[in-house]
């Protein structure tokens, strides 16, 4: 998950975002119901049987002892399964526990699923989440924060983690893949033995995964006998494969290709509600000459200046919907409708200005004290390329106000942080996604205050971007609630400082997945979080 | 030639270490501490200050540049390039793992670059300013400008989306090697012909030629056995520099047509701040080029009677 950050590449038609309303409905009723929603996801639409061959990005799995994920992430090809699950509304459902409960001060108490049998045949236990938990252990404890004395086996289908540090966003984290459970003794960097409705046929490095579907599975059988999943790096080879039949369904179609990908009749864009987002961040605490953003003039100004249905119209080509709340606006539930954002308004921008003495020069450009209002935009998380063109888009919006803002690209990520560690720079545009259920976890990476001997990333972000106590108090509240509706009105009043109160966020778009599908795959639901991805319920017709 | 050899060989050491240290300057240089980018990636979280400060320690990252430096070019030279820190793979064993699969795309697109080039070559130096000639010129001079991710996008959409004759992307048969090592040796063949044509042309003028056609000489040994062996040595010279610059530049290629060479494992290794793989990269490909360089060298007395090497 790498922080809940990572790339996307995604777009989608006027016609698909409406689509994507009925699909955004759909998931909202799903999330009233509860666990019998796990036992029925994996509607088999017919005898299993037909083939898949999916383009996938490219092979990101590590292979070391203990820190193993391949099968897991970042492509989830359902080999494996987790506790809980992540549905396409962010909300947490039963998958190989069926219910638990918190225990004080810091034990969650998990009832598991019986009649589970993992691939060879070993029948699902509380050992095997001991053992598990145990591989996390071993590899640092992971964001749940477990050692080898966290697990606790009550008896065959109970079990007892308690985490290291107060933790009690734990269920909502046990989703991530990389937290899967597998077989006991086994080692997923030789062997991937799991409990999900495919086992594995072959794994080729970089080449390809090969999954056929698990005769002995406890849910509904899958609808497809078969899937291959081929690494493919290159988006545009990935559209060219698609095109030419050598694959059925691909991820992440570039932007730029989506607007033609259907036309010919023979593939449809597959979209999936919002779960990823492009933001910029304002540097409330820089040094001079990145020290514009301390005025919260300024900052309110700037949300203001931008207008972000342009962005989303000409940046993403309508495949986005513009944003009031950086993270999927459904893991937040109710309270996210408590966040309002801002409207562009470059009136109402230019009179926050003049209010501040900004006086408009020559060219166009406000001075103060004989200061000019520049402002340099980084661009370069997690790669420039993706955010092309909104920097452009940005800078002219920002001169019509009054502000001259030059764009600076990094290279790389490495590049990015390094130059976020010394705070050079005053807008910092990013773009994230959300694949856990736990909604304080980005706000609270991001901007919390620093602590001594804190994350360095994240003391990192807060030296830039920490709004101060009040954001703090809310995060503070987010950890430690239980109530899911307390946890996620917690996380929308950490929302709202950072957005409507202090304008150290300026949320541009929520942005989609997006995956081209050849028409005879029927059955497919794009999951806003890829690596949660589901393949039980697709088939292949012919 | 032995004596030739043994001198040029010993030649290889500075220059080999004078790689190796630009390789671990270089890479040292670059923003990113690879302690955490390391720890991010294992732990698919933030690591804690306490666990880069060890991480560092672990890798040998707390130690002096030099003493670094030192440590690891004293274990290269055991063929030794230490782990890396991405994947947890000994860096020789990774590279030496998907080397072949580079080799084998640049190999085959240089044989096919040199079996086309070399004969339209010389046909268009033969018939100067012929039909023939007037084509290969416009052809090489479109084979050395296009770019090459272009031409494996145009070679995947004829071959592949419009004709259904050749794979997209993937490996496993012969057909998946066709497009990725005619993208690698379009440009090197066009270059390599107008380079054989030049040289063709400017044999063809020298009195040898002159003299072998009045004594009789047919128009195939004066051709062949005779300036186009003349010819030959920079071309060779130019073929070996092209070879070796394609195995370590076939990254765009690699990616394009999700080969996996060693061009995308290292370009990956880049983005991760994987310094040993990065190093181990650049001391590996200098190796490579210092033997193709050599080989390159020494061809030249296979080509020209008149260099005797080491009796010079």
């Known amino acids: 998950m790498v922080h809940g950050r990572d790339p996307l590449r995604t777009s989608l038609t006027r016609r698909h975002a409406l689509r994507l309303a009925g699909v955004t409905a759909g998931a909202a009723s799903l999330a009233g119901t509860t666990g019998a929603r796990a036992a029925s996801f994996a509607r088999a639409q017919g005898a299993p049987g037909g083939e898949l061959v999916v383009g996938a990005t490219q092979d990101g799995y590590r292979n070391e002892p203990n820190r193993a994920n391949i099968g897991m992430y970042p492509l989830n090809p359902n080999v494996f399964e987790s506790l809980v699950r992540l549905t396409p509304d962010y909300q947490i459902e039963p998958l190989l526990a069926e219910s638990w409960e918190f225990v004080e001060p810091n034990t969650w108490r998990f009832t598991l699923r019986q009649g589970v049998t993992f691939h060879d045949g070993t029948p699902f236990t509380a050992e095997a989440v001991r053992w598990s938990m145990g591989r996390i252990a071993a590899s640092g404890g992971g964001v749940l924060g477990v050692d080898e004395n966290s697990t606790v086996v009550i008896d065959d289908f109970t079990v007892e983690i308690t985490p290291t540090r107060p933790n009690r966003r734990l269920p909502q984290q046990l989703n991530h893949p990389n937290n899967s459970i597998v077989a006991p003794n086994t080692e997923p960097a030789e062997t991937r033995v799991g409990t999900g409705p495919f086992r594995e046929v072959e794994y080729a490095r970089e080449d390809q995964y090969v999954v056929e579907a698990f005769d002995g599975y406890w849910g509904d059988a899958p609808g497809l006998s078969r899937i291959t999943f081929r690494f493919i790096p290159d988006a545009t080879s990935r559209v060219l494969a698609l095109q030419s039949g050598e694959v059925d369904l691909i991820y992440e179609v570039p932007r730029e290709s989506a607007q033609d990908l259907p036309s010919s009749g023979d593939f449809t864009l597959a979209t999936s509600t919002v779960g990823a987002y492009e933001a910029l961040y304002v540097n409330i605490h820089g040094a001079e000459p990145y020290d514009l953003g301390q005025d919260p003039a300024i900052r309110e100004a700037l949300a203001y200046a931008i207008d972000k249905e342009t962005i989303v119209s000409g940046v993403w080509q309508g495949n986005a919907e513009i944003s009031d709340t950086m993270i999927p606006p459904a893991i937040l539930g109710p309270a996210a409708d408590t966040i309002t954002g801002t409207t562009f308004d470059p009136e109402r921008a230019r009179g926050l200005l003049d209010a501040a003495e900004w006086v408009a020069g020559d060219d166009g450009t406000r001075a103060k004290d004989g200061r000019r209002l520049a402002l340099a935009m980084i661009v370069g998380f997690p790669n420039a390329e993706i955010h092309r063109p909104m920097p452009e888009f940005v800078q002219a919006q920002l001169a019509d106000v009054g502000i001259e803002m030059e764009i600076v690209q990094t290279p790389d990520t490495a590049s990015y942080e390094e130059r976020l560690g010394t705070g050079e720079g005053d807008l910092w545009a990013e773009a994230g996604s959300q694949n856990d259920g736990n909604p304080c976890f980005l706000p609270d990476l991001l901007f919390s205050t620093p602590v001594p001997d804190g994350d360095p990333e994240s003391t990192a972000y807060g030296r830039a971007f920490a709004p101060g106590a009040d954001f703090d108090a809310h995060i503070e509240e987010c950890r430690s609630a239980v109530p899911p509706e307390e946890v996620q009105a917690a996380a929308a009043s950490a929302m709202k400082v950072l957005i409507d109160e202090q304008f150290v966020v300026i949320p541009l778009a929520g942005t989609f997945r997006l995956f081209g599908v050849a028409a005879k795959v029927t059955g497919f639901e794009a999951h806003p979080s890829g690596v949660n991805q589901r393949w039980a319920g697709v088939t292949v017709a012919g | ?312």
């Not at chain 2, 012909?193 to 000489?217: I, W, Y």
């Not at chain 2, 290292?266 to 080029?289: A, C, E, H, K, N």
């Open chain 2, 1 to 312: 030639m032995i004596p030739y050899l043994l001198r040029r060989l010993i030649y290889l050491g500075p220059v080999w270490l004078g790689i190796s240290f630009i390789a671990f300057a270089l890479s040292s240089l670059s923003p990113g501490d690879p302690a955490r980018l390391t720890l991010q990636r294992q732990l698919d979280r933030q690591p804690t200050a306490e666990e880069v400060t060890r991480a560092r320690e672990d890798l040998g990252l707390d130690a002096p540049f030099v003493v670094r430096y030192v440590r690891w070019v004293g274990d290269a030279v055991t063929g030794d390039l230490g782990t890396s820190y991405r994947t947890g793979e000994p860096v020789l064993g990774a590279l030496l793992e998907r080397f072949p699969n580079t080799l084998r795309i640049t190999l085959l697109g240089l044989g096919g670059a040199v079996a086309v080039a070399l004969p339209l070559g010389v046909m268009a130096a033969v018939w100067r300013n012929s039909p023939l000639d007037h084509l290969s010129r416009i052809v090489s001079l479109l084979g050395a400008s296009m770019p090459s991710y272009w031409v494996a996008y145009l070679l995947i959409l004829l071959f592949a989306v419009r004709l259904h004759l050749l794979p997209v992307a993937g490996r496993g048969t012969w057909q998946h090697m066709v497009l990725p090592a005619t993208t690698l040796g379009l440009a090197t063949g066009a270059s390599l012909m107008r380079l054989t044509r030049s040289e063709m042309l400017e044999v063809l003028g020298q009195d040898f030629v002159r003299t072998g056609r009045a004594k009789g000489l047919g128009p195939r040994a004066v051709i062949v056995g005779h300036a186009l062996r003349n010819a030959l040595i920079p071309v060779v010279t130019v073929a070996g520099l092209r070879f070796a610059g394609l195995l370590g530049g076939a990254v765009i290629v690699e990616t394009i047509f999700a080969w996996p060479g060693i061009g995308k494992f290292v370009l990956d290794s880049i983005f991760d701040r994987d310094y040993p793989v990065i190093q181990g990269f650049v001391v590996f490909m200098g190796t490579v080029f210092l033997i193709v360089n050599l080989a390159v060298d020494l061809s030249y007395g296979l080509l020209d009677p008149r260099i005797r090497l080491g009796q010079r």
